[in-house]
């Protein structure tokens, strides 16, 4: 609200501020704030894989809280496997079970940082694809719950912005000459603004803990600067209550560290500098609307014309323009941050609550004009107006992710797996374990000579750097770090050379690796040969075992072409598909669970058949005798999503694939293959209702 007296230089501020909040998100780089959102995951989200991974785990945007952050696997068994916070910003969920369908992954992270609650969830499929419409991803909705403490959080900003307000009147009316008239006393919203304010904090740590567990409410709130700000504000309101009840004025510093934690209990932790200017910008927006709601209040002797109203407006009018000044730009700046895109602005919910918040300050910004020409006085309909951008604002706050957010959390599911360590075109690469570790060994260019050495060491717990020593043909070799899963070396090879990864410490656990003889010669044939065979076959039997690193799981599989299947897993599991019909028997005798109108189960479909578009350079690396038969060793790597794959065939020289490993975190199989185009029968189990 603007009133008489250098009236060009105001409308000139006025000008000025709107520009600058304008221009500034369109001038300066913006870093979005952001909950513990999903990363990447292995397995990605809809990925079809030949077999269950023995692990699936999940990197997030920020570090969760250990305790109330989790995730969980629907098994098309019908069973749910729990999963734990394993590292700073990674869950997993240990696997043991190969039952081809869909595997549903539920996920809850509470951010350290914020100590907001984001859930999601995706699937993928073994054998089968996912329908990609099951997918529900994150939430970009309000639910009922964040829009029920979103009125409470408007309620508690309400009462601290008149507080401001008020206690801005009364220092304003205490200037010569003294206008005693003004009414500034803050007792009632103040102690509105506690209750709401420990209604808020009880409710986000009830959601957060997922019940009124006192040990996991706790942990939310005391766990990160967030957590904190949440369990002091109550605490400094009713402080701030009772000095105003004693006419203290040490109020206004307890409201000023109420607003202080009120910005430190939000999104701005997230980021460098966020909580300072969080700080700033509801400080300003409480100097701002809270002195219209207070204004609002008052009845100046002979109304707002008289002397007595203008001069208390004039007094309020530089205090305004700053604070509105500060407000706008901060506003719009985060405005745009969450919005991303102009498209996003009219194409989502978010968006046009913003766009509204944004309608409701300009048309504030011409009742201030009006009233700056004594056209119109009207701090009621000004202060109603704060209350619909109050609103507003705490509508923006309770969704989970705005659109900017959703759209780089989109972008980073399902990255393809990169970075130091893996496997580039024309490498010589081949993969391993050591104990519970992935360990890749990539040799560049693999040639007789001076080489390049990567060691990829990825634990089943995470990526986090682990310990970890090499050594060839016995003399040890001097590693360097190229990132947290990568150790690097300069290496002279000849070929033959026996290399050794010790990962966790001496002696703890070790990956050995033989070279082949150098340069190992291209191996793109031979495996376009094993494929085409092994495609051809009309029936075989697999002996598969699944060692995840914890435990392992063995299972026999019997296939015929094009869509019959039966397999008999470790503890009595049974699966029986034939073409659309699914047969589960899950214990021994617990009898059979049929399901039908199921897409067909692909018995032709190998491991390293998912990788195809992606295999990096397959090789030759040496010959074995396998169940009586010659076999050429092949070794290559494929990416499948953001899991990084190595793989291993025994080749005969018939094409027949005699056996096969695949290598991946906390995925370590081992597959043999026999009984190629032997007469096999598979129909419906005895005791199954057909």
């Not at 009236?7 to 913006?30: K, Q, S, V, Y």
């Not at 995706?122 to 009125?151: C, H, K, M, N, Y």
């Amino acid at each position: 609200m603007l009133v008489p007296g250098r009236r060009l230089t105001n409308a000139r501020r006025i000008l000025l501020a709107l520009a600058i909040a304008t221009g500034l998100p369109l001038a300066l780089p913006m870093a979005a704030f952001a909950h513990a959102g999903l990363l990447s995951s292995t397995p990605e989200p809809g990925a079809e894989l030949a077999s269950a991974p023995g692990a699936v785990t999940m990197r997030f945007s920020e570090p969760v809280n250990v305790r109330l952050s989790g995730a969980s696997v629907s098994t098309p068994g019908g069973s749910d496997v729990s999963g734990t916070v394993v590292g700073p910003e990674e869950i997993a969920v240990q696997l043991a079970t190969d039952t081809p369908g869909e595997y549903r992954v539920s996920w809850t992270t509470v951010s350290l940082l914020d100590g907001h609650t984001l859930s999601g969830s995706f699937a993928f499929g073994v054998g089968v694809p996912v329908d990609p419409q099951t997918d529900e991803g994150v939430s970009t909705s309000p639910r009922t719950t964040d829009l029920l403490i979103s009125i409470a959080r408007a309620v508690e900003d309400l009462g601290l912005f008149l507080t401001t307000g008020l206690l801005l009147l009364g220092w304003l009316a205490r200037r010569e000459p003294p206008l005693g008239w003004v009414r500034s006393r803050p007792v009632v919203p103040l102690t509105v603004a506690a209750a709401a304010g420990i209604a808020v904090v009880s409710a986000e740590a009830i959601s957060a803990a997922r019940g009124v567990s006192p040990g996991a409410v706790a942990s939310y709130l005391t766990t990160g600067v967030s957590g904190v700000a949440r369990l002091i504000r109550p605490a400094l309101e009713l402080f701030a209550s009772l000095l105003a009840r004693r006419r203290s004025r040490s109020t206004a510093w307890a409201v000023a560290a109420s607003i202080v934690a009120l910005a430190a209990a939000g999104h701005a932790e997230a980021v460098p500098w966020g909580v300072s200017i969080e700080a700033v910008h509801v400080g300003a927006a409480a100097v701002w609307a809270g002195g219209v709601l207070a204004l609002a209040l008052q009845h100046p002797p002979g109304g707002w014309s008289s002397v007595e109203g203008r001069s208390l407006l004039r007094r309020f009018t530089p205090v305004a323009l700053g604070a509105f000044t500060l407000t706008a730009m901060a506003g719009l700046l985060r405005g745009a941050q969450e919005v991303g895109s102009v498209h996003e602005v009219f194409a989502s919910s978010y968006g046009v609550t913003l766009l509204v918040k944004s309608l409701f300050v300009v048309v504030m910004v011409a009742l201030s004009v009006l009233a700056w020409r004594r056209r119109l006085v009207a701090p009621r309909l000004e202060s109603a107006l704060v209350l619909g951008v109050t609103a507003a604002a705490v509508l923006l706050a309770a969704y989970p992710l705005p659109p900017a957010r959703s759209s780089e959390a989109e972008k980073a599911v399902g990255m393809a797996a990169q970075g130091p360590g893996l496997p580039e075109a024309g490498d010589l690469t081949l993969g391993g374990r050591a104990g519970t570790t992935l360990v890749g060994l990539t040799l560049s260019p693999g040639e007789p000579g001076r080489n390049d050495l990567f060691v990829y060491v990825l634990p089943l717990r995470g990526e986090r750097a682990v310990p970890v020593d090499l050594s060839i043909d016995e003399r040890s070799v001097a590693l360097d770090t190229c990132g947290t899963a990568c150790r690097r070396a300069a290496v002279d090879l000849s070929g033959g050379d026996r290399i050794q990864v010790r990962v966790g410490g001496s002696g703890i656990s070790v990956a050995s690796f033989n070279v082949p003889t150098l340069p190992a010669a291209d191996g793109a044939q031979l495996l376009a040969k094993a494929e085409q065979r092994m495609h051809a076959l009309t029936s075989y039997q697999l002996n598969q075992s699944l060692d995840s690193g914890t435990d392992t799981l063995r299972t026999v599989y019997m296939c015929r072409a094009p869509d019959q299947m039966r397999a008999r897993s470790t503890g009595g599991f049974k699966i029986v598909w034939t073409g659309g019909t699914e047969y589960i028997e899950r214990a021994p005798r617990a009898g059979w669970i049929v399901d039908r109108g199921e897409p067909p189960f692909p018995v032709l479909s190998f491991v390293w058949d998912y990788v195809p578009d992606r295999i990096i350079d397959p090789r030759i690396v040496g010959t074995a005798h396998v169940d009586g038969v010659d076999t050429t060793i092949l070794s290559f790597y494929g990416p499948l999503g953001s899991a990084a794959y190595w793989f291993r065939l025994w080749v005969d020289p018939t094409g027949l694939v005699r056996r096969s490993e695949m290598r991946a975190q906390g995925h370590f199989m081992n597959q043999r293959y026999s009984a190629f185009d032997a007469p096999i029968s598979i129909g419906p189990p005895e005791g199954a209702n057909a």
